[in-house]
Nanobody
Framework: QVQLVESGGGLVQPGGSLRLSCAAS????????MAWYRQAPGKQRELVAI???????NYADSVKGRFTISRDNAKNTVYLQMNSLKSEDTAVYYC????????WGQGTQVTVSS
């Protein structure tokens, strides 16, 4: 059974930082591309960042220079370091694992507000 469990969300002030984690089980983690998506109220889910099995990364323009995706294959975990957070980063953040198939976590809420 595949499980992706996100953690690290919460309430943070504008300009602050958070680090999200996604622990995977039930898949051969190292060969999967891992991604973070987010969905704000009333908006479509959007890709935030993706890291390939070889470590290549890609980011949405809105988070470039502020967010960093990384992975630890020994821990079957992918991270999203979020710095200089803005109110528009408020959303539910979802972890995604993809190869020939695709799996999703349950999401973690990130709220950026003073």
């Amino acid at each position: 059974q595949v499980q992706l469990v996100e953690s690290g969300g919460g309430l943070v002030q504008p300009g602050g930082s958070l680090r999200l984690s996604c622990a995977a089980s039930g898949i051969r983690f190292s060969i999967y591309s891992m991604a973070w998506y987010r969905q704000a109220p009333g908006k479509q889910r959007e890709l935030v960042a993706i890291i390939g099995s070889g470590g290549s990364t890609n980011y949405a323009d809105s988070v470039k220079g502020r967010f960093t995706i990384s992975r630890d294959n020994a821990k079957n975990t992918v991270y999203l370091q979020m710095n200089s957070l803005k109110s528009e980063d408020t959303a539910v953040y979802y972890c995604n694992a993809r190869l020939h198939d695709s799996y999703w976590g349950q999401g973690t809420q990130v709220t950026v507000s003073s």
